[in-house]
């Protein structure tokens, strides 16, 4: 199984960016799929995820401001993220669950004050 990831970028800080991630190389249709992140000198965080019966889960630090969605192709999922601050600014990765944890390569993303 492989995740491409994309959408991420440079912003301002106030502004918006949606990431993209597909996995392919599987007939399976994920359990779940999310959002991590990891900031330079930090540990890798949870900011999202969603289930396969459309129940999600956020950080308390992007509630209200970001959100998970799964696309209508199979195994896609997005990661709308406005009102974006400084310190959102971290590689971000897809994950994806079915038997196990699947991860993709990290996008990055990074908010300008």
């Known amino acids: 199984v492989q995740l491409q990831a994309s959408g991420g970028g440079l912003v301002q800080a106030g502004g918006s960016l949606r990431l993209s991630c597909a996995a392919s190389g599987t007939d399976f249709s994920m359990n779940g799929m999310g959002w991590y992140r990891q900031a330079p000198g930090k540990q890798r965080e949870l900011v999202a995820t969603i289930i396969s019966g459309g129940s999600t889960n956020y950080a308390d630090s992007v509630k209200g401001r970001f959100t998970i969605s799964r696309g209508n192709a199979k195994n896609t999922v997005y990661l709308q993220m406005n009102s974006l601050k400084p310190e959102d600014t971290a590689v971000y990765y897809c994950?994806?669950?079915?038997?196990?944890?699947?991860w993709g390569q990290g996008t990055l993303v990074t908010v300008s004050s």
């Open positions: 994950s994806a669950m079915h038997l196990r944890v699947y």
